[in-house]
Nanobody
Framework: QVQLVESGGGLVQAGGSLKLSCAVSGRTLSAYRMGWFRQAAGKEREFVAAIRWSTGSSYYADFLTGRFTISRDNAKNTVFLQMNNLKPEDTAVYYC??????????????????WGQGTQVTVSS
């Protein structure tokens, strides 16, 4: 069983930065794909970024325009989401997700088998 625990959320002013962490336990992650999604109040959960653990290949939602960076630390079994130049519209609960293998559409929730509990990010204007 894979367990994901997010941290690093909080309140930040527009233009600021936050770094989210997702600590993963229960498996060796070399064959996994990891993703970050977010869900704003009253909206559907949407894809933010994904990374293939084995290669480090990363993928991003088009709306990010280079502001976020996904990365992973093999030694710590942790995936990160560095968020820069935050905007009020980035306010949401951010979720970490994992799936064994690289099959399926990495932008779709249904392609992931494991989810964290989420961490709140609030960006004030």
């Amino acid at each position: 069983q894979v367990q994901l625990v997010e941290s690093g959320g909080g309140l930040v002013q527009a233009g600021g930065s936050l770094k989210l962490s997702c600590a993963v336990s229960g498996r060796t992650l070399s064959a996994y794909r990891m993703g970050w999604f977010r869900q704003a109040a009253g909206k559907e959960r949407e894809f933010v970024a994904a990374i293939r653990w084995s290669t480090g290949s990363s993928y991003y939602a088009d709306f990010l325009t280079g502001r976020f960076t996904i990365s992973r630390d093999n030694a710590k079994n942790t995936v990160f989401l560095q968020m820069n130049n935050l905007k009020p519209e980035d306010t949401a609960v951010y979720y970490c997700a994992a799936v064994l293998g690289s099959h399926g559409d990495y932008t779709k929730m249904a392609s992931y088998d494991y989810w964290g509990q989420g961490t709140q990010v609030t960006v004030s204007s």
